[in-house]
C-alpha cells in the first residue's frame, strides 16, 4: 500500500469518527422511553398492586373476630403509602355477607365462617360471585374471669351444660362447684362465632343454647370480654386474639384437656391433641370489584403477601401454606394472571 492511499484512508476514518461523535442522540418514544429502535425494558406486573400506585375508597365490612386482623393490615397499607380511605366495620360474618351480597355495598367481607349457598345465591341475585381467601385460623376460646377459681376443663358435656337451659347454676354441671348462677356472656345470632360454636356444640341446634337463662348477647367482642371481667361466676366465648388481648384477667377453659395453641389448632379433626374449636378465618370478594376498583386488588395482595406477618401478633394463627396457596391461586384467577 503507498504511501497516499494510506493517508488517504486514515482521513477517511478520521471524518467518520467526527460525525459520529457529532450526531444526535436517537429519540426516545413518548410510551416506553426507551430509545426508538431498542426493546423497552420489562416492567414488574405486580407494581400495579402496589400501595404507592392506587387510590380511591375500600369498604370492608362483616366479622368480629376478623376485624382486629383486617384493621392491622389496613393501618399496614396506610403506612406503606396508601392515601385512600379504608373503613372496616365489625357487624359480624352474618351481618358483612348481608352488606356484600344483598346492599352490594362494601368491597370486602370479613368472616369467621364459610359463606352458605343462601348467601351466594344473594350475591349472584345482584351479580357478585364471591370469592374466597383463607387468611388465618383462630382457636375459639371459651374463657372465664381469672378470679375463678374452680373451671379449669370441662368436657363437651359439660360445656352443653354450661351454655343450655341444661344448667342454672353451677353446681348443676358439677357437684363441688359454687351454687351461684351461670352468667353467660355470647356472641349476637348475626355473628360467625355463634354459628360455629352453635354447628360443633349444639349439632347446629340453637334453641337450648339461646333459652339459657343469665344470658347476654352481643356482636361487639369487646362487650362480652367486659362481661366476663366482670364476675367470677361469668363464662362467655370469642375469638383467641380477644383472649391474648386480656390475657391478664381471663383464664382459658380447656376443653376435653385441650386448650387452643399453634399446634392444637392445626391438628386435624379427630386427632389426638386436636382443639375441637379450631377454626379458619376468610374474607371474601368479587372478580368484577378488583377489576373496577384497582385499589381493592391492591388491598387484597397486600394482604396475602403480609398477612404472616402480623397474624401471629394479632392474636391469631397463620393459615396452613396449602391454604394461603389456595387463596394466592384464587387470587390471581380473578386477576387473569397466570402463574
Same mark, same amino acid.
Given at each position: ?67 382486629? !386482623? ?94 343450655? /337451659? ?22 349476637? #345470632?348475626?355473628?360467625? #362465632? ?25 356482636? /361487639? ?11 367470677? &361466676?361469668?363464662?362467655? &366465648?370469642?375469638?383467641?386474639?380477644? &383472649? ?7 383464664? !382459658? ?13 392445626? !391438628? ?47 392474636? &391469631? ?23
Amino acid at each position: 500500500m503507498n504511501r497516499k492511499f494510506q493517508t488517504l484512508l486514515g482521513m477517511l476514518v478520521l471524518t467518520s469518527l467526527i460525525l459520529a461523535a457529532c450526531a444526535p442522540a436517537p429519540i426516545a418514544t413518548p410510551a416506553t422511553g426507551q430509545p426508538a429502535g431498542e426493546e423497552p425494558a420489562a416492567e414488574d406486573p405486580m407494581a400495579q398492586f402496589s400501595p404507592l400506585n392506587v387510590s380511591g375508597d375500600i369498604i370492608t365490612a362483616g366479622s368480629s373476630t376478623v376485624f382486629p !386482623l383486617t384493621e392491622r393490615m389496613a393501618e399496614r397499607f396506610r403506612d406503606e403509602g396508601f392515601i385512600g380511605n379504608i373503613t372496616v366495620d365489625s357487624i359480624g360474618s352474618g351481618g358483612g355477607f348481608e352488606r356484600f351480597c344483598v346492599d352490594g355495598d362494601t368491597d370486602v367481607s370479613n368472616a369467621s365462617r364459610a359463606i352458605n349457598e343462601e348467601e351466594v345465591a344473594s350475591c349472584e341475585s345482584i351479580g357478585r360471585t364471591p370469592i374466597e381467601f383463607r387468611v388465618g385460623t383462630d382457636g375459639l376460646s371459651v374463657v372465664v374471669s381469672t378470679e375463678n377459681d374452680f373451671v379449669t376443663d370441662v368436657t363437651m358435656e359439660e360445656l352443653q351444660m354450661i351454655f343450655s /337451659d341444661a344448667a342454672v347454676n353451677w353446681s348443676d354441671v358439677r357437684a363441688e362447684w359454687p351454687n351461684e348462677p351461670i352468667q353467660r356472656f355470647i356472641p349476637g #345470632t348475626d355473628s360467625g #362465632t355463634f354459628d360455629f360454636f352453635v354447628e360443633i356444640v349444639f349439632d347446629e341446634d340453637e334453641t337450648p343454647h339461646l333459652a339459657a337463662a343469665n344470658t347476654q348477647l352481643s356482636e /361487639d367482642d369487646n362487650v362480652l370480654v367486659q362481661g366476663v371481667q366482670g364476675s367470677p &361466676y361469668a363464662v362467655g &366465648y370469642f375469638g383467641y386474639a380477644y &383472649y391474648v388481648e386480656n390475657a391478664d384477667t381471663l383464664k !382459658l377453659v380447656a376443653i376435653d384437656g385441650v386448650a387452643p395453641d399453634a399446634v392444637s389448632v392445626e !391438628l386435624q379433626e379427630g386427632d389426638p391433641g386436636a382443639y375441637v374449636l379450631a377454626r379458619p378465618l376468610f374474607f371474601y370478594s368479587d372478580a368484577s370489584i378488583m377489576a373496577s376498583k384497582p385499589q381493592v386488588a391492591a388491598f387484597i395482595h397486600f394482604y396475602l403477601s403480609f398477612v404472616n406477618e402480623e397474624v401471629v401478633d394479632v392474636g &391469631y394463627f397463620p393459615a396452613s401454606e396449602a391454604a394461603l396457596q389456595e387463596a394466592w391461586d384464587n387470587f390471581y384467577a380473578a386477576m387473569g394472571i397466570e402463574m
